[in-house]
């Protein structure tokens, strides 16, 4: 069956350093991928998505490329604030039905 | 982890009937869970926020009267679409929370289908 895999939290940066959040999916078919943020005691929120080999999904300062070759699909931000604390979900859809990972904490100190 | 459930697992019904979603949380008590729709090519959808003993936070753009949300005890929180229509059809997931862990476990989700 489908599945994704994300790296375990929590990951701990100080402002302004670089994030990746590395993200690998198996499935089947053809799925659209996506990064899910939630903020504490908040549902999950899309943050951005993909929905074809190569595709870039950015946000917010957010990017991530869909690598069919690699089946991979890594959040990246340049410069993390203290804001995007928050605990970050990988996830795909394919016919109809979506697959998460196991989310990963992020923790951004001043 | 918890565990999560969800009942029933697959659904078909006439436009027009009620049908009721279970989420059970059957190894970890949850004050909160969430409620989401999934559109096939489509993100994830937060419908509401349930919150145990109180009425559920609905998000904008969901119809309250419509997606009835009951939340009656820490393990237990259903959903009911009342007046199903054939755009309701979709794949409804809950959720539950744990902030010693700061992850979601989600049930296996409901796929709705209305004829």
């Known amino acids: 069956g489908d599945s994704v895999t994300q790296m375990e939290g929590p990951v701990t940066l100080s402002e302004e350093a670089f994030l990746t959040i590395n993200c690998t999916y198996t499935a089947t078919g053809y799925p659209s991928l996506f990064w899910y943020v939630q903020y504490p005691g908040e549902g999950l929120q899309l943050l951005l998505k993909a929905t074809k080999a190569d595709d870039k999904g950015s946000n917010k300062g957010f990017e991530a490329t869909y690598r069919k070759e690699t089946t991979s699909f890594h959040l990246e931000k340049g410069s993390v604030q203290v804001s995007d604390s928050a605990v970050y979900f990988c996830?795909?859809?394919?016919?109809?039905?979506?697959?998460f990972g196991r989310g990963t904490s992020l923790i951004v100190h001043p | 982890g918890a565990v999560v459930s969800q009942h029933p697992s697959r659904v078909i019904c006439k436009s027009g009937t009620s049908v009721k979603i279970e989420c059970r949380s059957l190894?970890?008590?949850?004050?909160?869970m969430f409620w989401y729709r999934q559109f096939p090519k489509q993100s994830l959808m937060l419908m509401a926020t349930s919150n145990e003993g109180s009425k559920a936070t609905y998000e904008q753009g969901v119809e309250k009267d419509k997606f009835l949300i009951n939340h009656a005890s820490l393990t237990l929180s259903t959903l009911t679409v009342t007046s199903a229509h054939p755009e309701d059809s979709s794949f409804y997931i809950c959720s539950v929370g744990s902030s010693s862990t700061d992850t979601q476990y989600f049930g296996p989700g409901t796929r709705l289908t209305v004829l």
């Open positions: 996830a795909l859809e394919e016919s109809y039905i979506p697959t």
């Open positions: 190894d970890f008590q949850a004050t909160t």
